[in-house]
């Protein structure tokens, strides 16, 4: 299995540009989420996924969109891209919530100039 | 909204000496569950260690263990034995059963030789 991939590893944005960041999962689970690191304020959730066709907001949604058309995938867009949103970016995937381990990608760093 | 602090930003232990890192956590539930993720150099997030809050047992994997202390809120980790490798940011997290992951501010965790 690879597990929780994302592509890409680094990216550059200028402000206003569109973007997707992507992530897939080959272990088929159902839960899937997208969350921030910045320094001093670990992890925050965006944006995540109970099942295909589902998702709901996180604790720092706004300037990012999400879809779920199948197990596997979970993409993040970033519609206009601001400075605010230079950050790292995981990806994580678990077979449920409760004690279920979460399962995270390597990250992807962005800078927006 | 539930919320979990880690008090120590900076961490620093001897190789071969033991270490504990503080977190605490603010909830009105009495059924969640409590990790300890490592994030070393690589980015890659790992977990450590996992606690049911309705066991009142410690968990304990190796050389990790916790001290979860319900009443007080206040979930801990121990490091005995530290090693090289054991340097890297430790998170701690909270979750419901049904629920979304939440994350400390993360703490620091310097070996020295």
Same mark, same amino acid.
């Given at each position: &299995?690879?597990?929780?991939?994302?592509?890409?590893?680094?990216?550059?944005?200028?402000?206003?540009?569109?973007? %997707?960041?992507?992530?897939?999962?080959?272990? &088929?689970?159902?839960?899937?989420?997208?969350?921030?690191?910045?320094?001093?304020?670990?992890?925050?959730?965006?944006?995540?996924?109970?099942?295909?066709?589902?998702?709901d907001q996180g604790e720092v949604p706004n300037g990012y969109n999400v879809s779920r058309s199948t197990t596997?995938?979970?993409?993040?867009?970033?519609? *206009?891209?601001?400075?605010?949103?230079?950050?790292?970016?995981?990806?994580?995937?678990?077979?449920?919530?409760?004690?279920?381990?979460?399962?995270?990608?390597?990250?992807?760093?962005?800078?927006? %100039? | 909204?539930?919320?979990?602090?880690?008090?120590?930003?900076?961490?620093?232990?001897?190789?071969?000496?033991?270490?504990?890192?503080?977190?605490?956590?603010?909830?009105?539930? *009495?059924?969640?569950?409590?990790?300890?993720?490592?994030?070393?150099? *690589?980015?890659?997030? =790992?977990?450590?260690?996992?606690?049911?809050?309705?066991?009142?047992? &410690?968990? %304990?994997?190796?050389?990790?263990?916790? &001290?979860?202390?319900?009443?007080?809120?206040?979930? *801990?980790?121990? =490091?005995?034995?530290?090693?090289?490798?054991?340097?890297?940011?430790?998170?701690?997290?909270?979750?419901?059963?049904?629920?979304?992951?939440?994350?400390?501010?993360? %703490? =620091?965790?310097?070996?020295?030789?």
């Amino acid at each position: &299995n690879a597990g929780v991939t994302q592509t890409p590893k680094f990216q550059v944005l200028k402000t206003g540009q569109s973007m %997707t960041l992507q992530c897939a999962q080959d272990m &088929n689970h159902e839960y899937m989420s997208w969350y921030r690191q910045d320094p001093g304020m670990g992890l925050r959730l965006i944006h995540y996924s109970v099942g295909a066709g589902i998702t709901d907001q996180g604790e720092v949604p706004n300037g990012y969109n999400v879809s779920r058309s199948t197990t596997e995938d979970f993409p993040l867009r970033l519609l *206009s891209a601001a400075p605010s949103q230079t950050s790292v970016y995981f990806c994580a995937s678990s077979p449920g919530t409760g004690i279920h381990e979460q399962y995270f990608g390597p990250g992807t760093r962005l800078t927006v %100039t | 909204a539930q919320t979990v602090t880690q008090s120590q930003p900076e961490m620093s232990v001897q190789e071969a000496e033991t270490v504990t890192l503080s977190c605490t956590y603010d909830t009105s539930e *009495s059924d969640y569950y409590l990790f300890w993720y490592k994030q070393p150099p *690589s980015r890659q997030m =790992i977990l450590v260690i996992r606690q049911e809050a309705y066991k009142q047992q &410690n968990a %304990t994997e190796n050389r990790f263990s916790v &001290n979860f202390q319900k009443a007080a809120k206040s979930f *801990s980790l121990k =490091i005995s034995d530290s090693q090289l490798g054991d340097a890297a940011m430790y998170f701690c997290a909270y979750r419901l059963s049904y629920g979304k992951l939440t994350f400390g501010q993360g %703490t =620091i965790l310097t070996v020295h030789p």
